[in-house]
């Protein structure tokens, strides 16, 4: 293997055991943000020593061993003020025994780990504004670049965030559990806010060269089936899970052989998993049952009218336009009234569309957001101004963090300007 192969090979390996390694470390330690700290010794570890052995042929067990040997090497640190040394082995061997392997086949156990990580991470102590973006560094390894434009902000301001928030959860000596009763209602909306992040950037990667990350996407689902179970009154729980699951049902039709992108109208539909659409809508019917009506359930809603319907032409636009309307007066949100002017589009024309984009253009949040200069780019092209619509794709793909989304706009702007 080249330097190069090696050095990705490291960065994929990084990229899938992180969050496993953090949640054990977090196990054994009692302490998340060491838990990081420690894991980034083992990827330094990594860094340094394959490039000269090789790749081993477990990486994932290689990484998992150097970060307990530096816990262990940790514990037996600590000051020795209040504590023996027999209670320090003792401690050692029971928090040995409490780590699973990589290995061991106890994927079960390291997702309730997961789940009890971000629990921590959204403690009510911390800011709402930062447990979700501490939770997505630690749990699934997202950089401070990818969290920021999950937030639209910028990656300083990220940064400190997460800064404060460890440094907070350092200082605290919180309980590291999965809460329960009052407690677990107080942080819910925070881990729903967190797992949903995960899943998006599984369903589109905010960098690198691949669109979809279905390792993010399995373990957002995993999760929100635990919370179902955690919290069954709770329809946005319920919400939630439906819009994964609607959502993820499409994945095989939204790349092709290349892993290059399908857009959602020109998708085989043949290809859509009707298990999980499903399991999507029985989702969403048991959140109305129990008079769900918010933000998961409504963006639940609008995915169900995509998968009942059977061809893209057989789409309920007008439907669809009425609940982002809904949604929009529930949140206030920018990106959801971008996403109301794509349905919009589809159910009055083009131009009623475009004239939502246009009053959206100067909004601080959207400046750096590929997405709206891509849909102004797709409706100016349906009014025939190919040109305009050229332009605006090349703006979008000048803000695209990732290389196939990137791709793809670059092609619809040399499209439109032919056209």
Same mark, same amino acid.
């Given at each position: ?43 330094? $570890?990594?860094? +340094? ?15 998992? !061993? ?27 061997? +029971? ?9 061991? %086949? ?12 971000? @629990? ?9 504004? $930062?447990?979700? !973006? ?30 404060? &928030?460890?440094?907070?959860?350092? $200082?605290?000596?919180? !309980? ?22 995960? @899943?998006?950037?599984? =369903? ?72 999980? /659409?499903?399991? %999507? ?22 995915? &169900? ?7 893209? *032409? ?5 439907? /669809?336009?009425?609940?982002?309307a809904e949604l929009a007066a529930l949140t206030r949100s920018p990106i ?26 100067? *909004?601080?949040?959207?400046? !750096? =957001? ?23 794709? +090349? ?25």
């Open positions: 293997m080249t330097a190069d192969d090696i050095h990705r090979a490291i960065l994929a390996a990084w990229r899938i055991e992180q969050p496993r390694l953090i949640t054990s470390l977090a196990r054994m330690l009692r302490d998340v943000p060491l838990a990081e700290d420690l894991t980034q010794e083992a990827l330094l $570890a990594a860094l +340094e020593h394959w490039p000269q052995t090789g790749v081993p042929e477990r990486p994932g067990a290689w990484l998992m !061993a150097a970060a307990k040997n530096r816990a262990r090497d940790h514990l037996r640190r600590r000051p020795m003020l209040d504590r023996s040394h027999s209670m320090l082995a003792r401690d050692l061997e +029971e928090e040995q025994q409490a780590m699973p392997d990589l290995d061991s %086949g106890l994927d079960d156990d390291i997702g309730d780990e997961m789940l009890r990580l971000i @629990f921590t991470a959204c403690h009510p102590l911390l800011p709402r504004e $930062a447990r979700a !973006a501490l939770a997505l560094r630690m749990v699934c390894g997202l950089t401070t670049e990818e969290i920021a434009r999950a937030f639209l902000m910028s990656p300083a301001t990220i940064s400190q965030r997460i800064l404060r &928030a460890k440094n907070t959860l350092s $200082a605290s000596g919180l !309980a590291y559990e999965t809460p329960h009763g009052e407690e677990l209602s107080r942080r819910l909306a925070s881990v729903l806010e967190v797992t949903y992040l995960i @899943f998006n950037e599984g =369903y589109t990667a905010a960098r690198g060269e691949d669109w979809l990350r279905p390792q993010l996407c399995n373990e957002a689902l995993r999760l929100a089936r635990v919370l179902t179970a955690l919290a069954p009154q709770e329809p946005e729980v319920h919400g939630l899970q439906a819009l994964m699951e609607l959502n993820a049902s499409r994945t095989t039709a939204r790349i092709d052989k290349d892993g290059e992108p399908i857009l959602l109208l020109d998708q085989d539909r043949a290809l859509w998993n009707r298990l999980q /659409i499903r399991r %999507g809508l029985q989702a969403l019917a048991r959140a109305r049952s129990l008079g769900g009506g918010g933000f998961y359930v409504l963006q639940a809603a609008i995915i &169900a009218c995509h998968a009942q319907a059977e061809r893209a *032409e057989d789409t309920d636009w007008r439907c /669809i336009a009425s609940l982002y959801v009234e971008l996403n109301r002017a794509v349905a919009v589009g589809m159910a009055e024309g083009p131009a009623a569309g475009l004239a939502i984009i246009e009053r959206l253009a100067d *909004e601080p949040v959207l400046k !750096a =957001y590929h997405l709206l200069p891509s849909v102004r780019g797709d409706l100016l092209l349906k009014l025939g101004r190919g040109q305009e619509a050229r332009a605006a794709f +090349e703006a979008a793909a000048a803000l695209a963090g990732n290389a196939r989304e990137r791709a793809l706009l670059q092609r619809r702007a040399a499209k439109a300007a032919g056209a």
